[in-house]
């Protein structure tokens, strides 16, 4: 008979849904585990940078307000103590002195002079020093203008009856016209006023300074009248701006924060009072602007969130492809072996880990089991060939009795080529059982590896918690250099303060240089060697002076990066905050692993239980084929009896014909089931 050629095989179609697929089910379960995690950070980490940065924002605009209090202070404190030094100063008292007796003891241009100075040293544009005597009548004019009585003015009442620096509102110049502001230092000789030094302080020139230092802020007097604003310049024309109404007018603090609505939008405003002056320093700042700058700030956390979600995503397909692509490819090849179809594992077979042992197993039995269905399909068909050759035999013995003989033979001849065959199809059942045998091993051997698979997942569990745990000690760390950065900032400034007293000291030294100048100008050639030591000790305050500003700019640059050092803390301290839930995350994700390595094992066990019921069938085919071969000895004793009796042939050709018959339809029904198999 001829062979039937091999159909190739179809690609079965699976019976599992989309929705009950163990692939789907773990992508699922594998992206709630990472993106439920990941959206809950997001958004926490997005509330809390927005809430963090707008604090700091906040506390940003107070260290804003802060420090243009401290350098307008610093523009006072340069004005009152060159005044100071001036009305201290033996010239001055001596001066004003002889206005009372009338003789003249210095000349008006020595001290007009010296009154100069002031101007010069300063040199912030300002030309206006006026002295005055306690009647508020005028005596000299730096700006050389025509003098008056000022004893209607507040802040000169005030510096004649308490003795101490006044500093006015905002004054508008009879004399120039413009905006200003005096300051007012009394002179005193022996516990007695004796007269007043004042200098004017022009307003557009704190204009300059606030439209250097701040976006959006201004300074007002006492009585909450706006002297200078950073976007704006104010003359003595516009309509005065008062804010009497602000907080920092009723507030008994002497800085302070609120807010208020103008065109629709909150606003933010810091504020600072300046002590010598009572001047506040408030500086504004929008929420829109504030919250702008948070929400770019914590745009980058949702941006980076979605990143590393679409990222957990596809690493979730490729996981889960890489587990269940070997599983449907074995379920396929299992599924052609159960319609008849010898089909093995393909590409994975290749694989060092346990589903390439899976597959190298299933193939392995696929082609034990393919040679044995071969074989018993070869000898199926031989038996069918023998039993139609053996009717016809015993056909034609009942025709004819001279054929009796070979018929006979040719019967014997077939019954024991049958015993033979089915003794062959015995040891091919018995391959089968050895390959079944291998199969368990094989099952045996791949949960053990289960085993130590789990039992190095447990090992990465522990070893990411102690990793989540150093985590945790670098941020007590982050925090420490924080604190030290802090202490560092408070030194920088308590420095910055005795560089404002060097300042100080250069200002009245240099004074005083000139004070010791004109004195040994008076003593004439007698004084000459003092006044070269006067213009020496000048020379040394003006060195002092630019040593101080250059060690207040270094300061200011160590505080800036300071300031810096401190924000870099913070964002390492974040990064390794975030860290910290990254570890966390991928800890419970080893630990999902070991369910399902769990999982895996079990089904190593249902495979072995399968083994086994193979092995148990195994053994009742041998059973059946031990019958057969007995069957097959007994054709054959019959088959010899007939041929040494030709007196019982009739008997003997009617039972062979029955036993030929027999025999044919066991060949047929073997040939039958064999068609199961396609290979």
């Known amino acids: 008979m001829k062979k039937k050629s091999k159909a190739k095989p179809q690609k079965v179609k699976s019976d599992i849904s989309f929705?009950?697929?163990?692939?789907?089910?773990?992508?699922?379960?594998?992206?709630?585990?990472?993106?439920?995690?990941?959206?809950?950070?997001?958004?926490?980490?997005?509330?809390?940078?927005?809430?963090?940065?707008?604090?700091?924002?906040?506390?940003?605009?107070?260290?804003?307000?802060?420090?243009?209090?401290?350098?307008?202070?610093?523009?006072?404190?340069?004005?009152?103590?060159?005044?100071?030094?001036?009305?201290?100063?033996?010239?001055?008292?001596?001066?004003?002195?002889?206005?009372?007796?009338?003789?003249?003891?210095?000349?008006?241009?020595?001290?007009?002079?010296?009154?100069?100075?002031?101007?010069?040293?300063?040199?912030?544009?300002?030309?206006?020093?006026?002295?005055?005597?306690?009647?508020?009548?005028?005596?000299?004019?730096?700006?050389?203008?025509?003098?008056?009585?000022?004893?209607?003015?507040?802040?000169?009442?005030?510096?004649?009856?308490?003795?101490?620096?006044?500093?006015?509102?905002?004054?508008?110049s009879k004399a120039a016209g413009n905006r200003i502001t005096i300051i007012c230092v009394p002179i005193i000789n022996d516990g007695q006023i004796i007269g007043t030094i004042q200098r004017s302080f022009d307003l557009n020139v704190l204009h300059e300074f606030l439209a250097a230092n701040v976006e959006d802020g201004y300074i007002a007097d006492t009585t909450g009248t706006v002297a200078a604003h950073s976007q704006y310049e104010i003359t003595a024309d516009d309509e005065p701006e008062d804010r009497s109404g602000g907080e920092f007018m009723t507030s008994t603090e002497s800085s302070g924060q609120f807010s208020g609505k103008h065109n629709g939008d909150i606003f933010y405003q810091s504020w600072v009072q300046e002590p010598l002056t009572g001047y506040y320093v408030v500086i504004a700042e929008s929420n829109t602007k504030i919250m702008r700058a948070a929400r770019m700030s914590a745009l980058t956390t949702v941006v980076l969130g979605a990143i590393l979600l679409v990222i957990a995503i596809i690493i979730s397909f490729v996981l889960a492809k890489s587990f269940t692509d070997p599983i449907q490819a074995v379920k396929d090849s299992l599924a052609e072996l159960a319609d008849g179809k010898f089909k093995k594992v393909e590409k994975y077979d290749k694989r060092k880990d346990e589903f390439g042992s899976i597959s190298k197993a299933t193939n392995s039995v696929i082609s034990t089991l393919d040679g044995i269905v071969s074989n018993i399909k070869t000898s199926a068909e031989d038996v069918g060939s023998s039993s139609e050759e053996l009717s016809e035999m015993a056909n034609q013995i009942s025709h004819t009795a001279e054929d009796v003989a070979n018929a006979v033979q040719e019967i014997a001849t077939g019954a024991a080529q049958q015993a033979d065959e089915i003794q062959d199809a015995t040891q091919n059942v018995e391959r089968i059982g050895d390959a079944v045998g291998d199969v368990q091993d094989s099952a045996g051997d791949l949960s053990t590896l289960a085993d130590k698979m789990k039992k190095a997942s447990e090992v990465s569990s522990r070893s990411l918690q102690s990793l989540q745990d150093s985590s945790a000690e670098m941020t007590e760390k982050i925090d420490e250099i924080s604190r030290t950065i802090a202490s560092t900032q408070t030194a920088v400034s308590n420095i910055s303060e005795k560089v404002e007293g060097?300042?100080?000291?250069?200002?009245?030294?240099?004074?005083?240089?000139?004070?010791?100048?004109?004195?040994?100008?008076?003593?004439?050639?007698?004084?000459?060697?003092?006044?070269?030591?006067?213009?020496?000790?000048?020379?040394?305050?003006?060195?002092s002076k630019t040593m101080a500003d250059d060690i207040r700019k270094e300061m200011s640059v160590l505080l800036e990066e300071a300031e810096a050092a401190v924000v870099a803390a913070e964002d390492v301290k974040d990064g390794n905050n975030n860290q910290q839930v990254a570890l966390g995350e991928t800890l419970d994700a080893v630990n999902g692993m070991l369910d399902d390595i769990g999982s895996t094992v079990g089904g190593v066990q249902l495979i072995s239980e399968g083994a086994d019921t193979c092995d148990t069938s195994k053994n009742a085919v041998v059973d059946t084929m031990s019958t057969l071969s007995a069957i097959s000895e007994e054709n054959a004793a019959s088959s010899e009896e007939t041929g040494a009796s030709m007196q019982e042939l009739s008997a003997t050709v009617t039972t062979l014909a029955a036993s030929a018959n027999s025999l044919k339809a066991i060949a047929e029904q073997l040939n039958e089931e064999m068609k199961f198999f396609k290979a």
């Open 19 to 172: 929705k009950d697929s163990i692939k789907t089910r773990l992508i699922g379960i594998m992206i709630l585990v990472v993106a439920v995690p990941l959206l809950l950070a997001v958004l926490i980490s997005y509330k809390t940078s927005t809430e963090k940065a707008k604090e700091d924002a906040l506390d940003l605009l107070d260290a804003r307000a802060n420090y243009v209090e401290s350098s307008f202070a610093n523009i006072v404190q340069e004005n009152i103590i060159a005044l100071e030094t001036f009305a201290t100063a033996p010239s001055t008292v001596t001066y004003l002195a002889q206005q009372e007796t009338g003789e003249e003891v210095i000349p008006d241009d020595v001290v007009l002079t010296q009154m100069d100075a002031i101007n010069t040293n300063i040199a912030d544009g300002n030309e206006s020093c006026i002295l005055s005597i306690p009647s508020g009548d005028q005596l000299l004019r730096t700006d050389r203008k025509e003098a008056t009585n000022i004893a209607d003015r507040e802040y000169f009442q005030k510096a004649i009856s308490t003795g101490t620096i006044a500093v006015s509102d905002i004054v508008v």
């Open 502 to 543: 060097i300042t100080s000291i250069a200002t009245q030294t240099n004074l005083l240089s000139l004070n010791a100048s004109i004195e040994a100008a008076r003593a004439g050639e007698a004084g000459r060697g003092f006044a070269v030591v006067a213009e020496e000790i000048g020379k040394l305050a003006e060195d």
